[in-house]
């Protein structure tokens, strides 16, 4: 199936990030939130949409910028993976050079005249050094220090959230913007949760009626600190769509139709088979492109085998492949994996062949279950096999907890006709039917003497071994894996040491999709950093 469909925010010019935008009741409230006056956690799993979210609030209040005088900065932490943490204070210093910057070039952008003042000083990094102003420099030297073996010294001094408060409040006064709304993307990176508590510390303390962030999140895979009450500083708002709600097939197959109308002659003759697909996808837009391009033409068989494909194998060899980069987290993540497959799922499915009118994906975890049972849960969140729903629900016996859902695909994988089961189980989905597991349920068992001590230390030495990963862990596509083995960028750290010079030996590769190219893959690689 020749598309022009792609899967990434990062794929789309900014530009024309409204184009690809399909206006559901959902998604508005959500947009509304990000432009309004509140900091907003916005929370997903990956691929559900949280970067475009971001990104067309962003280009709405761009538009809007002449009558409503609110400034959009846009910043991405994707590469915090690669900041060396010889000090603690490093990774602060950086977000804040990061961030200074960022409103900088966001001001410059829309014309606006930077004051003169001790705060906008100090933000600056005072005066140029060499193509960089002084806190562009220091950015610079965070950002390459994973290729450094000593500390460079910092040319300039980094401001404080206090001064930065100021130099915004200075900047709004004397431009007459109203405030300044900060959209940081990738806030929290997996498994290094110290970088996340110091993140949203930094959160809380840049809040003023002036300036507002505005982060987007990973599910069970966040670690917000002492300092910051997510409930009490912020609005916490899930991204995760309902396959409960009447228009959820209409709106994934405008996703699709938005990307390429093409498309809509071949799913029209196959209404069932694309929502069986939709429905599998569980909300996930980018895991429903990915399938609906995995084999041609779109027909019924071809979608069977993609679904028995996908959800049996590979999205389990994703989420499995966060124990080989991730070691301390090995246990917890083979148990929820042999967790899903060998008990919840046969439990789910057994329950669904009984002669009943109602369904279930969803299964029930008593709230004084092992702390080592609820991070493996998390874990399944992140991967997107499992969606975390209401807490404090009722079970048999008045027994209090929390309801799951498992993703559809992997569901409709067990039957032999995916299909047909899963227009069955869809069509009869029921919220209140689930799979329960009690405090003491003998599935828990291989993690009684699990110990979550140490699980969540990083190091410079872990960064070290990812750089000199294969490029095989990559979600590149084959032609860009088969020209970086051309090039012999075999390694992690290879490409992240490439440049787009390089990209363009490649045979029929110019400018522009040598510039495709190497951001795809830096894209893919500081994501498999992340985690």
């Keep these: 199936m020749q598309s022009d469909i792609v899967y990434r925010t990062e794929d789309i010019p900014p530009e024309e990030i409204l184009d ?13 939130a990000l432009k309004g006056r509140s900091p907003v956690i916005l929370k997903g799993s990956r691929g559900v949409g949280k970067s475009f979210l971001m990104r067309a609030a962003e280009a ?5 910028f002449a009558s409503h005088r609110i400034l959009p900065v846009y910043v991405t932490f994707a590469q915090a993976s690669l900041i060396r943490q010889d000090t603690p204070d490093r990774f602060l210093m950086w977000m804040m050079a990061k961030l200074c910057n960022s409103i900088l070039r966001a001001a410059s952008t829309f014309g606006l005249t930077l004051p003169t003042g001790s705060a906008i000083t100090a933000i600056q990094g005072s005066a140029a050094i060499g193509n960089f102003s002084g806190m562009e420099k220091v950015e610079e030297i965070f950002e390459t220090s994973w290729k450094q073996e000593k500390q460079e010294t910092l040319p300039v001094p980094v401001p404080d959230p206090e001064v930065l408060r100021d130099a915004v ?5 004397h431009t007459g913007t109203k405030r300044v709304i900060v959209f940081v993307d990738e806030a929290a990176h997996v498994f290094i949760p110290e970088q996340q508590r110091q993140f949203f510390s930094l959160m809380r303390d840049l809040r003023s009626p002036y300036l507002t962030v505005k982060a987007a999140v990973y599910p069970g895979a966040t670690s917000y600190g002492h300092a910051f009450q997510p409930t009490h500083d912020a609005t916490v708002l899930s991204v995760d769509r309902a396959v409960t709600d009447s228009g959820y097939a209409g709106a994934m197959r405008s996703i699709v139709y938005k990307q390429d109308g093409a498309l809509k002659k071949q799913i029209e003759p196959n209404g069932v088979v694309f929502d069986s697909l939709a ?8 895991i429903l492109l990915k399938t609906l391009l995995l084999r041609t033409p779109f027909n019924r068989r071809n979608i069977q085998d993609t679904i028995r494909e996908y959800y049996r194998e590979e999205i389990w060899g994703e989420h499995s492949n966060l124990a080989v980069r991730f070691p301390g987290h090995r246990k917890l993540i083979d148990w929820g994996r042999g967790f899903i497959e060998d008990s919840v799922l046969p439990a789910l499915y057994a329950r669904n062949q009984r002669k009943e009118v109602q369904t279930s994906s969803y299964f029930w975890i008593h709230r004084d279950a092992p702390q080592a049972v609820r991070e493996a849960l998390r874990l399944l969140c992140y991967s997107g096999i499992v969606q975390e729903g209401d807490a404090g629900m009722r079970a048999t016996r008045g027994e209090i907890g929390t309801r799951y859902m498992v993703n559809l695909g992997c569901l409709f994988s067990q039957d032999a006709e995916p299909i047909k089961y899963g227009q069955n189980v869809r069509q009869h989905l029921y919220l209140k039917r689930m799979v329960e597991y009690g405090a003491n349920h003998a599935a828990y068992r291989p993690l009684d003497k699990f110990s979550l001590d140490g699980v969540d230390s990083s190091s410079n030495q872990a960064l070290e071994a990812q750089l000199e990963r294969a490029i095989d862990h990559l979600d590149v596509t084959r032609f860009q894996r088969e020209s970086l083995e051309g090039l012999g960028l075999l390694t992690i750290g290879a490409v992240l040491r490439s440049n787009e010079e390089v990209f363009k030996r490649v045979r029929y590769v110019g400018d522009k999709r040598a510039r495709k190219m190497r951001n795809a893959a830096v894209t893919a690689v500081l994501e498999y950093l992340s985690g």
């Design 279 to 286: 429905y599998a996808a569980t909300g996930n837009p980018r």
């Design 169 to 173: 409040e200075d900047l709004c006064r």
């Design 60 to 64: 709405e209040i761009s538009k809007d």
């Design 20 to 32: 690809f935008l399909v206006e559901t009741d959902t998604d508005r409230e959500l947009i509304n």
